[in-house]
């Protein structure tokens, strides 16, 4: 018996640690194709190369910013042990922030800590698959999130256009990230798309 528990402990470790290392090169890759995105999008908006520096070192620091969401530290010492849906939003969308392209709706439910980690993951995909394929792909896109909250359930509604979006999901490590998200938050996901439009409703629970 004490031998199947080595092993079944041994087993699960190596599990954790394979899912660590996965996540960790997907993060990487997401993250260089951020930057990316980031200065293209800085070379169409600046007139001078000093334009272009200051705001492309704008966008990269609001990046890091928005991955602090994802690294919750236990040790940090957060005055509140809770956030706004909408904090998180803001944090992760304020790279590519342009006038009239980002509308948020809606009201602002709160995020305990416990589901933090797994909403911010879960819409760090979204805005990365975004700026990969879809609305903050270019400089023309516009994305449009609503918020409904009541009573520990979040709606949540996602507007992609003008942008690419492929037509089919890639079953890749992005996609299991997000499919743990939404079965760790008791939620649901659905994609419509359209002519050069993405459309994703959620349920996700935010509270007991």
């Not at 041994?10 to 997907?26: A, F, T």
């Not at 995105?37 to 000093?50: E, I, N, P, Q, Y």
Request: net charge negative.
């Amino acid at each position: 018996s004490k031998i199947a528990r080595d092993i079944s402990e041994r087993r699960k470790r190596r599990q954790e640690q394979e899912l660590l290392i996965g996540e960790m090169h997907h993060r990487v890759k997401n993250l260089l194709a951020g930057v990316q995105s980031l200065a293209v999008l800085s070379r169409h908006k600046a007139d001078t190369v000093d334009g272009f520096v200051d705001d492309f070192l704008q966008r990269v620091a609001a990046l890091a910013g928005s991955h602090q969401l994802i690294l919750v530290d236990p040790s940090a010492g957060r005055a509140s042990n809770e956030t706004s849906l909408r904090a998180v939003l803001e944090a992760l969308l304020a790279p590519y922030s342009e006038a009239g392209r980002i509308v948020l709706e809606g009201n602002d439910p709160m995020i305990p800590e416990r589901s933090l980690t797994h909403v911010a993951l879960l819409f760090h995909e979204l805005v990365t698959n975004a700026v990969k394929y879809g609305a903050l792909s270019n400089s023309e896109g516009c994305l449009r999130i609503r918020v409904e909250g009541e009573a520990g359930l979040a709606r949540v509604s996602w507007e992609e256009s003008g942008g690419e979006m492929p037509e089919t999901v890639s079953e890749g490590f992005g996609s299991g990230l997000m499919r743990m998200a939404i079965r760790s938050l008791e939620g649901t996901l659905d994609r419509e798309w359209g002519d050069g439009a993405l459309t994703i409703a959620m349920t996700l629970r935010t509270g007991a």
